[in-house]
């Protein structure tokens, strides 16, 4: 079973310029979520999705991040302007998404994002 | 809302040695527990997890502990092997009424060493 595909893997821009991310999660996957991991810290979840709906997004600076799922099945996630503080890993991470149920989360590997 | 703390934040091992890391938590209603190993430039991959229902689970040489009146759940490690070496991240999150699954909250991280 193919897993979470995530890319570019590596992304290196300067301060105030626009930068996108792409995932394809697991087939079958309902819920897709995308989380940000600042170096030397855990995942911090940014956006929960179930199916193309937004389940939660309370943490997201939408002020500059933006994300979408379009069909239920591959997210985006653009940041606009980036600013310095954005450098980290964007770690994308799907699951079945079964209500009443505790659901695996499968992470992707991660976008290295670095803003000069 | 809830927080988990981690430590250590570091621990070496001798090849062999077992390996105890432990997260406390906040939040009395989060019910489900996962650990997850993340090697470098890989996503985190859940090793095992519990539920609150449970006070011990075990998975050949891992185990977790949960002890919810304090608050607090460990991982074991016994028989370390170099390939042990990664960091390890508690996560603490609940199944909430709508019947959907809550927001996994990270610990810091505990970076594993298993020196041969």
């Given at each position: 079973e193919a897993g979470v595909a995530q890319s570019p893997r590596y992304k290196i821009i300067e301060k105030r310029q626009s930068v996108a991310f792409w995932c394809n999660p697991i087939s079958g996957h309902a819920t897709l979520y995308w989380y940000q991991q600042i170096l030397g810290q855990g995942p911090k979840l940014l956006i929960q999705f179930q199916n193309n709906g937004v389940?939660?997004?309370?943490?997201?600076?939408?002020d500059r991040f933006s994300a979408e799922r379009l069909k239920g099945v591959d997210s985006t996630l653009k940041i606009q302007p980036a600013k310095l503080e954005d450098s980290a890993v964007y770690l994308c991470a799907s699951s079945?998404?079964?209500?009443?149920s505790y659901n695996e989360q499968f992470f992707g590997p991660g976008t290295r994002l670095t803003v000069l | 809302g809830e927080n988990v703390e981690q430590h250590p934040s570091t621990l070496s091992v001798q090849e062999g040695d077992s390996a105890v890391i432990k997260c406390t938590y906040s939040d009395?209603?989060?019910n489900y527990f996962p650990w997850y190993k993340q090697e470098l430039g890989k996503g985190p991959q859940l090793i095992i997890d519990i539920r609150s229902n449970v006070g011990e689970k075990k998975d050949q040489r891992i185990a977790v502990t949960l002890n919810k009146t304090a608050k607090h759940f460990s991982l074991h490690i016994t028989?370390?092997?170099?390939?042990?070496s990664a960091v390890y991240f508690c996560a603490a999150s609940d199944v909430n009424y709508g019947g959907s699954q809550g927001n996994l909250i990270f610990g810091k991280g505990t970076k594993l060493s298993v020196k041969p």
């Open positions: 389940v939660d997004d309370s943490q997201l600076p939408k079945l998404g079964l209500d009443f | 009395s209603a989060s028989e370390t092997q170099p390939e042990d």
